[in-house]
Every structure is written in structure tokens, then in C-alpha cells.
């Protein structure tokens, strides 16, 4: 027996989702397809000449030494940001879990940054950070280390990292503050009574049961490293010195609108869209079914 | 197992005294019920013997050392919360073994004890399980459990029952009687309800607004209340009080409404109130009668029957055999026995005593 309410089927079910329908197709669907075209195909610089290549690009692309060291940038990059991120937000709303006066006023000004537009964030820090006339620089100077992202790469990575930082650690504060007080405190005065103390109640039972916040945060940290980070790295750095900021949806941009290589950046675009799609498939399959108490 | 002893326990939030100088001594292996209704302070009590509240003065006394700033860890207790308190991540065996792991004892020892408890509260299939495959009474006994296996001095429950539903609640009550039974170690046990308090209880601690009203046994606080508070708290539909002034020939009500009662000659010409528990009239014949009730309700109980009735402006119950059944508007002549009735100040609300 088919418990579900069935209604005959007319022409009001389709009007309903057209809409939807309507936006995905335009706003993704199309542009996907078009990527997904545009990288089997190779343009002059000017558009006059088009030539359909089968995989080519692709060909091309991992043969490409300066690609698989945007791999490597980008890595070093998303790891840093998303462990960085986490971790100093755990410590951070941890810490605010415990404070009782004043902690609205100190988890406001944790949460300020993030009103803060990410391209506006990486002028702050990059006008900071200036060797010339920067506040962080000269205070560098002072203790006698030489900064100047513009020329050494890491520092430039630095640079972006905490750029990326300052905007995440309080999207990934207020979660781990929102699930830590989402903890009954009879848990937390039982686990004392049982005789565990404040640093082995956090790791044996708060942190566990931060699980699913923390797998959450990993899948959205992950995916704005990967791919929130082209205004930041575009007003900061630029991808230099030397490619050595020059992440995977950074070139995309460059090989695509400034080196004119449209083929090769659509192809750029499609294995981003593999990795964003592989991203989901794990958040939904893997992650929301395992973790869970 | 030991003693554990209140001296002159105070606490304050800010400039609101919760608790207001609480003394009681609990022998070894005593089970102790505070009972009070709510905002009364018991749960904080609770919370300060267990050293989640810090004492603001006063002292707390474990076997024999003052507890006042030790950690909950080394007062030795175990404390059964009213939401249980199961650590959702962890199977039942775990939940059990996460004391005694932090507490380093070794695995073999672990495994014999939670064996022990499991068998004591028929929780042997259940052991891995997650809290959230248990039904309310099985995560009530898991959290039993779990202060079991650590073997404390005193055990504190933290009105454990109130979550379940009234059949589970009966059933737990005899087994955490049981329990006790068996394992003899001091208990301090706090609940709002009456019911729980009398059945459970060894020695009660009545409450009120932070004060203790009454401690002695369930039959001592049900026959010789000390205060109006506690005849009016505990008993079941509550104490009728008649407020009134006596004299030599009874008691005169503010209403103007005469007992003819024979108030004992020590507290002639006081401001009184006269206490007669609804269980204790009875049906009488008018010349005997001490007052007579004009019934207005009646709630059918099954063996027994309550009349609701106005004496004069006062509202009044009686609770009679099922036998009598007067219509509404009936008059009642009713009278109590002179043992059953309990004297007031009318100002203190302190127990007058008849001789």
C-alpha cells in the first residue's frame, strides 16, 4: 500500500519547480556546459579560428609543471588556512565557553571580521604588511626579521593565509561556540564528578561531540580555501611572487582572462568542478551518515 | 561508606541568600530524602555537597574531612542527575568505565565491576548499547550504574525520577530501595514529591525558602509536623488549617464561626491555627460533631471519597469511605479524634504542643 498522498498528475507540479528548474539550468547548467565544451576546444588569441581537440587541454594541462605547482600552492594553502582556521577557533570558543563576564562583548568583537568583505581584508593586511609603510613590517624590522611578501614567497603565502584567516576563524568560532553551549552542562559536571579535569572533559567528552560541527567546518573551510580565496589573493598578492600564490582557481583567472588561453582554463574550471563535486559527494555520503553519536 | 554532615550551609547569588544556614547530620548508611517545592534551595544543597556550587559560608563534612574546597572528583560521591546525564558517544559499558579509567584502575578490575552493576540493575544486554537505543528507564538504570561502579561514600540523586512517567516511576522507587538495601551506602536523595519522599526516605530534610523545616522520620513529619509548612506540604490532599483566637469554650474563627474544641489550657487566649488532616474526620452525629461542612464537591477516588465543603468562608476536605456519598448542599457533621489535631502559632507557624 502506497502510504504517500497521490494526486493526479496535471500540469501544477511542473509550474511549481519551473522556476527552480529555470535558475539551475541558466545559472549552472548552461555555464557548466559551456566549460565542459570550452575545454575540448582550442582558440587563437583573437576567437577567429576554433578547433575541436578531444582532450588536449587536458594533455597539456598535466604535462604543465607550472599546474601541478599550483596543485602543490594550493595544497599548502588549504591546509594551512582550514587546520590554522579550526584550531584557533576550537582554542578560541573554547575559551569563551568558559568566560562569564563580558563574554558577549568578546564574542562580538571575535565575530566583527566577518563582516568584513574578503578583498577588503586582504587590502588591510597587505597595506599591514607593506615593507615600506606598514605597521607589522616595521614592527618585524624592529626585531630583525626582513619582510617583504612582494619578494619572498613564503611570506607572500603567509600573507594570504592570514588574510583567508581573519575571515574564517569567526564563521568557525560562532559554530564550535554555537555546539559547545549545545552541550548540557549536567554532561560536563558528571564527567568532573567522575573525576576527569577541565583539559580531559574537553577531549573526552566536548570534542567529541563537537564531531559533527567539525566535519562540517572541514567540508566548508576546504571549499572556501579552494575556491573563496580569488579575492583575496587578487588584492594581496596577484599569485606572485613567482606563482607562489598562484592557487588553482587564481589560475584559472590568469590563463583564462589575462594569458587569453580559454581552452586551457575551461579545462582548468572542470577539474575544480570534479574536486567541488567529489567534496560534496564525501560531506553527504560519508560524513553525514558517520558521524554521529 | 560515611557520615556526611551540613554545618550551618549558606550560599548567596549576589545579594540573594538561596540558602540559609542548613545543619544535618546523615549517619553511615542512612538514606536521606530532601524534599521542599521548588526554588526552595534543595537542588543547590544538593549541588554544594557535591561541589558543582561553591559555599559561600558553613561547612561540609565527608566521613570526616571538610570538603568545602575540594574538587567533585575527591569528595568521593557519585551523583545520579535528573536528565542522567549519559555521555551520548559512549556505549552503556563505556559510560560506566569512564570513571574508573580516569581514575587509572586496572582493566580487569574495570570489566568485574561493570559486570557487578550490570548484573545488580539486569543491565547485562544492553552494555553495548548507545544512550539513545534505551528507553527512559534503562538510561535511568545506566546512569545508576554508573555511580555504582565507582564504589563512593555518598551517593546524591538529583530528583532522578521526574523524567519518567508515573508506572517507571513506582517501579524505580523500589528498586532504588532495593539498591540501597543491598548496598548500604549514605544516600541523599532530593525530590519535590511528597510520594517519593515518604516511601523512600529514612530520615527526611523538609524544605522551604532555604530553610530546613523539619528533619526526622516520614512517620515523625506526617504525625508531629513541626511547622504549618510541613503539615500543609507533606499529606496528601493537604492539612485543613482554621485560623482562629482561643478561648475556654473553643476556638473562634475571623469569620465569627465557634469549634467546639477543647484547646489544651496552655494555649488558651492565643491567635491559633487548629490542623486537621482530611484522612482524619470522620462522619458523626450532630451533637458530637465539631463542625458541620456544607458539601460542595466531591471528587470520587475509588476506596475513598473526597468532599470538598465550606465551613462558615473556609474550604475545607474531608476524606471519607467511599460508603458516604452526600449530595452537594448536604450538611456534613464531622469530628476528629483530640490525638489528630495539630495546634500553630498563627504567627511563628511553629508546632504548639498540647501538654
Redesign the interface.
Given at each position: 500500500m502506497e502510504k504517500r498522498t497521490q494526486f493526479p498528475v496535471g500540469w501544477l507540479p511542473y509550474a511549481l519547480v519551473a522556476p527552480q528548474l529555470a535558475i539551475t539550468i541558466v545559472f549552472f547548467i548552461w555555464p557548466a556546459g559551456q566549460a565542459l565544451w570550452q575545454s575540448l576546444l582550442v582558440q587563437d588569441a583573437f576567437g577567429i579560428h576554433t578547433e575541436f581537440v578531444w582532450f588536449e587541454n587536458f594533455q597539456v594541462l598535466f604535462a604543465d609543471p607550472t599546474y601541478l605547482e599550483s596543485f602543490r600552492v594550493t595544497a599548502v594553502f588549504a591546509t594551512l588556512v582550514t587546520s590554522l582556521g579550526l584550531g584557533s577557533a576550537l582554542v578560541l570558543a573554547a575559551a569563551c565557553d568558559h568566560v562569564i563576564r563580558g563574554a558577549r562583548t568578546y564574542q562580538t568583537l571575535i565575530i566583527w571580521p566577518y563582516a568584513v568583505a574578503p578583498a577588503i581584508a586582504a587590502v588591510l593586511w597587505t597595506f599591514m604588511f607593506n615593507p615600506t609603510v606598514g605597521i607589522l613590517a616595521y614592527g618585524l624590522e624592529q626585531i630583525g626579521y626582513h619582510w617583504n611578501h612582494q619578494l619572498n614567497g613564503g611570506q607572500a603565502m603567509a600573507l594570504i593565509v592570514i588574510s583567508g584567516l581573519f575571515k574564517l576563524i569567526p564563521y568557525d568560532f560562532l559554530f564550535f561556540l554555537a555546539g559547545l553551549q549545545s552541550i548540557p552542562k549536567s554532561l560536563i559536571e558528571a564527567a568532573a564528578i567522575d573525576g576527569a579535569g577541565p583539559v580531559k572533559r574537553f577531549l573526552t567528552i566536548s570534542f567529541p561531540l563537537l564531531s559533527p560541527t567539525s566535519f562540517f567546518l572541514l567540508v566548508v573551510n576546504l571549499v572556501y580555501a579552494f575556491f573563496d580565496t580569488f579575492g583575496i589573493i587578487d588584492a594581496a598578492t596577484q599569485g606572485g611572487p613567482f606563482r607562489s600564490t598562484t592557487v588553482l582557481v587564481y589560475k584559472v583567472f590568469q590563463d583564462g582572462f589575462k594569458g587569453l588561453d580559454l581552452g586551457g582554463s575551461a579545462a582548468q574550471s572542470v577539474v575544480l568542478m570534479a574536486i567541488v563535486i567529489s567534496l560534496t559527494v564525501v560531506q553527504f555520503r560519508y560524513i553525514e551518515r558517520k558521524v554521529q553519536y | 561508606m560515611a557520615k556526611l554532615q551540613l554545618r550551618n550551609v549558606k550560599k548567596s547569588f549576589g545579594n540573594v541568600e538561596i540558602i540559609k544556614g542548613v545543619s544535618a547530620d546523615i549517619a553511615d548508611g542512612e538514606f536521606v530524602v530532601i524534599v521542599g517545592p521548588s526554588g526552595c534551595g534543595k537542588s543547590t544543597l544538593l549541588r554544594m555537597i557535591?561541589?558543582?556550587e561553591a559555599i559561600t559560608s558553613g561547612e561540609i563534612l565527608i566521613g570526616d574531612r571538610v570538603v568545602n574546597n575540594l574538587?567533585?572528583?575527591d569528595r568521593d560521591?557519585?551523583?545520579v542527575?535528573?536528565?542522567y546525564?549519559l555521555?551520548?558517544?559512549m556505549s552503556v559499558r563505556q559510560n560506566m568505565a569512564?570513571?574508573l579509567k580516569?581514575?587509572g584502575l586496572a582493566k580487569d578490575d574495570i570489566e568485574t565491576r561493570v559486570q557487578r552493576a550490570a548484573k545488580i540493575l539486569e543491565l547485562g544486554d544492553l552494555l553495548a548499547r548507545?544512550p539513545?537505543e534505551l528507553s527512559g528507564g534503562q538510561r535511568q538504570r545506566v546512569a545508576m550504574g554508573?555511580a555504582i561502579v565507582?564504589e563512593p561514600s555518598v551517593f546524591l540523586f538529583d530528583e532522578p525520577l521526574s523524567n519518567l512517567d508515573a508506572k517507571l516511576r513506582v517501579q524505580m522507587r523500589f528498586e532504588i530501595q532495593k539498591l540501597h538495601h543491598n548496598l548500604g551506602t549514605t544516600s541523599v536523595y532530593v525530590t519535590h514529591d511528597q510520594v517519593e519522599a515518604m516511601t523512600l526516605a529514612e530520615r527526611m530534610v523538609v524544605m522551604s525558602a532555604g530553610i530546613t523545616e523539619q528533619i526526622g522520620s516520614p512517620a515523625e513529619v506526617y504525625q508531629r509536623p513541626a511547622t504549618r509548612f510541613v503539615a500543609g506540604f507533606i499529606g496528601s490532599p493537604a492539612m485543613n488549617f482554621l485560623p482562629g483566637r482561643a478561648d475556654a469554650t473553643g476556638l473562634t474563627l475571623a469569620d465569627g464561626g465557634h469549634l467546639a474544641v477543647s484547646v489544651p489550657a496552655a494555649l488558651a487566649g492565643r491567635e491559633l491555627v487548629l490542623g486537621i488532616r482530611p484522612e482524619h474526620l470522620e462522619v458523626c452525629a450532630p451533637q458530637e460533631a465539631l463542625f458541620t461542612l456544607q458539601t460542595e464537591m466531591r471528587e470520587m477516588l475509588g476506596a475513598d471519597i473526597l468532599i470538598h465543603g465550606l465551613f462558615g468562608k473556609e474550604l475545607l476536605v474531608a476524606r471519607l469511605s467511599a460508603a458516604e456519598h452526600p449530595a452537594p448542599g448536604q450538611a456534613l457533621p464531622l469530628r476528629a479524634l483530640p490525638d489528630r489535631l495539630h495546634w500553630f502559632d498563627a504567627a511563628s507557624g511553629a508546632r504548639l504542643e498540647a501538654a
Open positions: - | 557535591a561541589g558543582l574538587e567533585p572528583k560521591i557519585a551523583m542527575f535528573q536528565n546525564a555521555y551520548p558517544h569512564y570513571g580516569i581514575r548507545k539513545r554508573r565507582r
